[in-house]
């Protein structure tokens, strides 16, 4: 998903018509969202297999700060009696993750909603190569997956820690 | 659908500027996704507050209006991108990507290494990371290396344990790899219930057998759900004919 997102993204700087520009652009960064949330999504889904047909796009942030923020934080409490230090750190910084990423999915998913139901809303060229949509780079778009991943190896190394 | 230039309005008398376009969410129309640009001040707080941010979004529930602010940070942005540059030109072969998020004020800042690091890269890199966030007047809150280390922890151990007591080394080893950690040798494991047994968290019976302390039981607690350590006990009791 990820690399067809980057080839619309590169179609978007290439075409010349604005029409065009403004349709590649758009769904560039509606893949990138996609992409982003089906690392979460099948993550997730190792984490409680019971997650995986429940977790609609609108549910996922909502997930991270409940559910997920809750195991980790019980998990915490719980090695906080063992006075296992490392696995308070890990969960400390899994918790910390999962605040970055429910942030990450919110924008993702904002930004998804204007480019799909608000053609209204003109992708903006700022640089030869670089353009907005509702205020957000594509540049920024770009980093959601890899950002994801990683957060999402903070939490699954905290979680396995306290729950495997 | 909730009026959007009432919610302009509603704003920008708490001084909060709207960036971009108001979008209503998809699945939930009357939800509605507000870019706020965020700036600091000369004390390097954020502007508008994240109070300030709460205020307005009681002030539009009251109206029934439900809003999720998009917080964009332009220095923060910069900070970054500058902070990739960086660690990026002195240890491209040992990191694939570095970024930077932040809660309540202070930065986390995350590294995902190309393959395991020694201790002496992964030192130097923190070093620089903090000399480079230092310059900024931001706080490093922490640092991670998302390595995906997968040892079981002291924690890990002990929940197998109970689960299995009483357990030989062997078949404690056996459950830590079923459960899907890596153990680097028997050695390692004896040496940590070693370390577990003069905590006083596991004793040693007969047999080279370890079960835990009472004291441990305690602080593990239980868990009143299908995932009840006393149940996973009876199941892996029934399990091995007991």
Redesign the interface.
Same mark, same amino acid.
């Given at each position: 998903m990820e690399i067809v997102a980057q080839h619309l993204q590169h179609e978007a700087v290439v075409r010349t018509l604005s029409v065009e520009r403004d349709l590649f652009g758009r769904s560039a960064f509606n893949r990138y969202y996609y992409a982003t949330f089906l690392e979460v999504k099948a993550s997730l889904a190792k984490l409680r297999p019971q997650w995986a047909g429940e977790l609609?796009?609108?549910s996922v942030p909502e997930v991270l700060r409940g559910k997920v923020k809750k195991e980790l934080s019980r998990?915490r409490n719980?090695?906080q009696?063992?006075?296992?230090i490392?696995?308070v750190a890990?969960c400390?910084?899994a918790l910390?993750?999962t605040?970055?990423l429910a942030?990450i999915m919110?924008?993702g998913?904002?930004t998804r909603?204007?480019a799909?139901?608000?053609p209204e809303?003109p992708i903006v060229f700022v640089a030869v190569s670089d353009f907005r949509l509702?205020?957000?780079g594509v540049q920024?778009a770009q980093?959601w997956p890899?950002?994801a991943?990683?957060?999402l190896?903070?939490i699954?190394?905290a979680w396995?820690?306290?729950h495997? | 659908m909730p009026d959007h230039s009432k919610v302009i309005t509603i704003l920008k008398e708490l001084d909060i500027n709207v960036?971009?376009?108001i979008?209503?969410?998809?699945? #939930?129309p009357e939800r509605l996704?507000i870019?706020v640009?965020i700036v600091r001040d000369s004390k390097n707080k954020q502007v508008p507050s994240n109070r300030k941010l709460n205020d307005a979004r009681h002030a539009l529930a009251e109206e029934g209006i439900t809003v999720?602010f998009?917080l +964009?940070d332009g220095q923060q *942005?910069d900070i970054e991108a500058g902070l990739r540059a960086t660690v990026l030109h002195a240890f491209g072969s040992n990191v694939r990507?570095v970024?930077m998020?932040t +809660?309540g004020g202070s930065a *986390?800042v995350?590294i995902?290494p190309k393959q395991m690091l020694n201790e002496a890269v992964s030192k130097a890199i923190a070093e620089k990371v903090k000399t480079y966030i230092s310059g900024f007047n931001t706080e490093l809150?922490?640092l #991670?290396l +998302?390595t995906?280390?997968?040892v079981?922890?002291?924690? #890990?151990c002990?929940?197998a344990i109970r689960q299995l007591a009483p357990v030989d080394s062997s078949e404690l080893l056996l459950e830590l790899v079923n459960?899907?950690?890596t153990v680097p040798s028997t050695d390692w494991l004896r040496r940590r219930l070693d370390m577990m047994r003069k905590?006083g *968290?596991i004793v040693r019976l007969g047999g080279n057998r370890y079960v835990l302390s009472l004291g441990?039981i305690r602080?593990?607690?239980t868990k009143k759900d299908g995932a009840s350590p006393d149940i996973t006990r009876m199941l892996a009791l029934a399990r091995r004919g007991m």
């Open positions: 609609a796009h609108a998990g719980t090695a009696k063992m006075n296992d490392a696995v890990l400390q910084k910390s993750a605040e970055s942030k919110d924008e998913r904002a909603v204007a799909d139901y608000h809303i509702n205020t957000v920024t980093t890899h950002k991943r990683i957060l190896v903070a699954s190394s396995k820690q306290v495997a | 960036a971009g376009s979008v209503e969410d998809s699945g #939930a996704f870019h640009a999720e998009l +964009t *942005q990507n970024f998020s +809660t *986390q995350w995902e809150g922490s #991670a +998302t995906g280390e997968n079981p922890s002291a924690l #890990a002990l929940r459960r899907g950690f905590k *968290q441990s602080s593990l607690g």
